[in-house]
């Protein structure tokens, strides 16, 4: 079973930083294109920042200059350091995996697509 899970969320005043982490697990032999998506009340859910195999990136107009994803492959884990914290950026944030290639024990490996973490709670306080 293959799942995202994210970590790192909490409540911090404007102007603070935190780091979310994403760990991806479940006999995953390698991932493509990971992200970060987030969703305030009554708002629908947007990207915030993506990130190629090849760690070519892609942010937010509203978070470039303050916020940097990365990932190291080889623990299928995302991160996403956020600084300069804005109320504005209070929302869940979520973590995605576009396509995970799998450990097939019977057979070649197979794909997972489009799966979703069950997010992180990011609170700034003005």
């Known amino acids: 079973q293959v799942q995202l899970v994210e970590s790192g969320g909490g409540l911090v005043q404007a102007g603070g930083s935190l780091r979310l982490s994403c760990v991806a697990s479940?006999?995953?032999?390698?991932?493509?294109?990971m992200g970060w998506y987030r969703q305030a009340p009554g708002a629908q859910r947007e990207l915030v920042a993506s990130i190629a195999a090849d760690g070519s990136t892609n942010y937010d107009d509203s978070v470039r200059g303050r916020f940097t994803i990365s990932r190291e492959n080889v623990k299928n884990t995302i991160y996403l350091q956020m600084n300069t914290l804005k109320p504005e950026d209070t929302a869940v944030y979520y973590c995605k995996a576009d396509r995970l290639r799998k450990y097939n024990p019977s057979g070649p490996p197979t794909y997972v697509y489009n799966v979703w973490g069950r997010g992180t709670q990011v609170t700034v306080s003005s």
């Open positions: 479940g006999s995953i032999l390698s991932i493509n294109t």
